[in-house]
């Protein structure tokens, strides 16, 4: 009993790490209405550019907020300059630039940096939380920055301007445009947030996995995972979701004989399960197309 | 007057067709007066790009090789070409150096899954696979595959070593063992569970996989404290190696802890990983570490060093994949500058097949290279090392010990 | 009047066939094809052969995709799935009943199409990007489930399958070698496999798939069986990866789970989109761009080094790349081609096609 006691609270704190990035991937998919394949590939390059602050002297928390300045500069730039003049082809075409994007970013990442694996550091030291080495303080501390991070966002776009002309933005740009929305700025402004929310994922992940240019490969499936559970329309839901997912996938280890070694499937089969019953994840809001 | 300028025509064709044999290939392919063709696939990309290191080393390397003279006046052409760990593409890759490139031999290809893919073929062709990168017991069967041959201790003869230390100094202990899910970490497994014969299943009580896709191992780890085991058998690559260091330190996990070689470097696992985590951990090693002060003046690692800065000055000096490359290679070019002028496939795998206590630079004192016609696998001897977290090195102990284990 | 001499008479034929090909110049195409592919593996390299090969295995994958995607609007991003159950099914009856090639291939076929169809059934639930999200998953956990230690027995694990020893040789003593061999063997099923694509799309099937594609609920009012059709063209997409999975294990003689990874499945996508969306002959576009563009990607990269020291030459603060960490750059390179190719064509080889044709037509008047 005690172990699954400790393989849930070791999951919580792996959860937290999936639920970052569904968080990142949410926001961009509610800014562009489309999914990022190099989310994870964004927030691994911006966590570079934070190891190398770091490496050239700056302290950790004015790394920290001067990287998100960077992704947030860098995400922006993306969206103009890779998308732009693309935006009228079909939706196929696009899923072939984030694939594109991936590959430039992840040799960029190893053509600099090189494959080794570095620390990074956490600013909430190693010491345990929760007695016995269950729950370290970085864990801890993970989890608080992503309720943050959340609270910030659903504030963002509940209560300013900008946030509510950003979600008109990217469900209906036309009637956007028409009072008067810049759609184009929109779309890049949230290309910008989800960049800095990955960098922000990106920091908070390096020190439990060690930054490396794939570290990010499968928590994307995962963090996908945990997005479409909970649901690609609602924040909460995405975070919920990289909870869940992560508590599920440590369980799953208790399933006899191959349970351990079939992780992934059992992402795959939860993915799966989920959808059916609920075909856009649990908290996912239902939009009713007419013809 | 015709015929006979017509009869001129094939004569000097003949003539010239002969000269032209003369000078280009009465040689082996792969070979010519002024060039050697050495073939290589590497992971340059995808998710095994770290060992891609491995290939660029080497490349630089016989950059060296050439730079002071070549071999018996050849000048070596490296070809390399990506594979992306995939065993199609790795198959492709090999048949373009063989019969577009017409390399001499396929040397260090990397990987268990493309080396399995392209043995029949090059075995067929009649094309060395000389000393392929990967330590999966299997490369040594000179019956079954007289061209394929490996080179770095087998996986399965460092579990052996480690099994006969643990029973003669832990006989009743409790084994816990964390393995990646694949050819590597399962030939580890045997070859601990071999050499622990009938005590195995006692012994061992608990055994958790993980694959190269997963994130963390730390869901392992606690499955591995919880199961009571006070000896820990580590058999996971670099990244996961350190992350497992450090989440056993974080848990309060201090069993006996045996960890494979292949993530033994000092930059790359136990700085990361947290030095002081790593006092008392037991390894193997042939190949001295670059990081460890005890070789500070050491005339082998000094050639290395200069080697690196002249012609691998981007390469990562902490890596261990930069001195298993230069060692590796040193090792063929010994084998090609001992046949002389006669450089073909056959006599470079014959060469291979003799060798007799060959010293490389960096190689522990102590170790030699050795093979024979029945005998495929060049490294045989280890020395157990045990970390040193205050020095941050590794401190070798007991005899070199020859860990056979042959074919499977 | 003279008899017909034998000389008149082939005249006579030969001048017929002329003018029945010139008239019908998709025949005449068709027939053109099947001389070059006669004579190609005669012509070509042992590499080159395999390579084209490799290429013919591609494009039916493609085109196994696009009946999905192009044609029917179901987004799927994990056909490696299924190419690696039709590899695998070849690969085991091969192993464990000695069955010859050839009859792997349809018992491959059929073993896809359930389990396509299989898919097809939850998939119906799900739309759009959460369809592609759930086959996204599916080919990541492909290599894992391959694992898989109960059938460990059958699918040799880790270690895979060696099937080298199995490569079939030309039958009654044809003087083909196996490279020929295996070629014809894969040409004559790509020409099948094309064949039933091109007579699927063109019928009231396809024309079915389109409406669904197009739009899903007017589809549905005008009596089409959504269900069945999703869930069959699954099927069907499935069967066409999973012959492209099985001819591939005779050629690369060898399957293992790392055969199998998420960049096979990312890469018949992207060879789908380049070749065209909804264009089945652009499989083989697309097919070529997976196979060549790495290789060029590669040789570029690495000629980046030299490159760039050549302008260092001219403006010395230019930065330099070590000749060795210059492979590094291959992804960059591709991913560069990759968009550069998007914003030429953005929809793919097809779309330029449509676009030229549009363009001459107006030229035209």
Known sequence: ?291 | MKIKKYGMIPALALGFAVAMAGTVSAQSPGVTDTEIKIGNINPYSGPASAYGTIGKTISAYFKMVNAEGGINGRMINFITYDDSYSPPKALEQVRKLVESDNVLLVFQALGTPGNSAIQGYLNGKKVPQLFVATGATKWGDPKKFPWTMGWQPNYQSEGRIYAAYILKNHPNGKIGILYQNDDYGKDYVKGLKDGLGAKAKEMIISEQPYEVADPTVDSQMIALKASGADIFFNATTPKFAAQSIKKAAEIGWKPVHFLNQVSVSVGQVMTPAGAENGEGIFSTGYIKDQNDPQWKDDAGMNKWRAFMDKYYPDGDKTSSFTTYGYTVAQNLHKILLSLGKNVTRESVMKAAASIKDMDLDLLLPGIKINTSATDFFPIEQQQMMKFNAKEKRWDFFGPVIAGEVRGS | MKTSSPVTSIIAAVGATVITLAQNWKLAGFILILVLGAIFPFWASGVFTFQITQLLIYAIAIAGLNLLTGFNGQFSLGHSAFYAIGAYVSAILMTQLDMPFYLTIPIAAAVCFVFGFLFGLPALRLEGIYLALATFALAIATPQMLKFKPIEHLTGGVQGLTLFDRKPDAPFGLPFDQDQWTFYVTFAVTILMFFIAFSLVNSRSGRAMKAIRDNQIAAKVTGIDLSLFKTLTFGVSALFTGVAGALSAMLIAFVAPDSFQITLAVAIFVGMVVGGVGWIPGAFLGGLFILFVPNIAEHIAFGLSATFDQIRKIIPFFPSIGEQSAKGLTGTVYGVFLILLIYIMPSGLAGLLRLAVQRIAKARG
């Open chain 1, 1 to 291: 009993m005690e172990q699954v006691v400790q393989q849930i609270i070791g999951g919580l704190a792996t959860g937290a790490i999936y639920a970052c990035i569904a968080l990142s991937i949410v926001m961009i998919y509610q800014a562009i209405d489309h999914l990022n394949f190099a989310q994870g590939e964004m927030a691994m390059f911006s966590t570079y550019i934070a190891w190398q602050l770091i490496q050239w002297g700056m302290p950790y928390w004015g790394a920290f907020f001067l990287t998100i300045a960077i992704s947030f500069v860098l995400g922006y730039a993306i969206e103009r300059t890779v998308f732009k003049p693309v935006h009228n082809a079909p939706v196929l075409s696009h899923i072939v630039i984030f694939i594109a994007l991936f590959a430039i970013i992840n040799s960029m990442a190893g053509f600099i940096w090189e494959f080794t694996i570095k620390p990074f550091p956490t600013p909430f030291g190693t010491k345990s939380v929760l007695g016995e080495g269950l729950l370290s303080a970085h864990g801890a501390g993970m989890i608080a920055v992503t309720g943050i991070m959340l609270g910030l966002l659903y504030l963002f776009f509940r209560y300013t301007r900008v946030g509510l002309a950003m979600r008109a933005a990217s469900a209906n740009p036309d009637s956007a445009r028409l009072v008067g929305i810049r759609v184009g700025f929109m779309n890049a402004l949230g290309w910008g947030m989800a960049a800095a929310i990955g960098a922000v994922a990106g920091m908070m992940i390096a020190p439990v996995v060690f930054l490396e240019p794939n570290m990010m490969v499968t928590i994307l499936l995962y963090g996908f995972a945990g997005a479409v559970v909970g649901g690609l329309t609602s924040p909460g839901g995405a975070v919920f979701g990289g909870f869940a997912v992560g508590v599920l996938e440590n369980l799953a280890s208790f399933v006899p004989h191959f349970g351990a070694e079939m992780k992934l499937s059992i992402a795959l089969a939860l993915i799966i399960l989920v959808l059916t019953l609920k075909p856009h994840g649990l908290f996912g809001r239902r939009i009713v197309s007419r013809v």
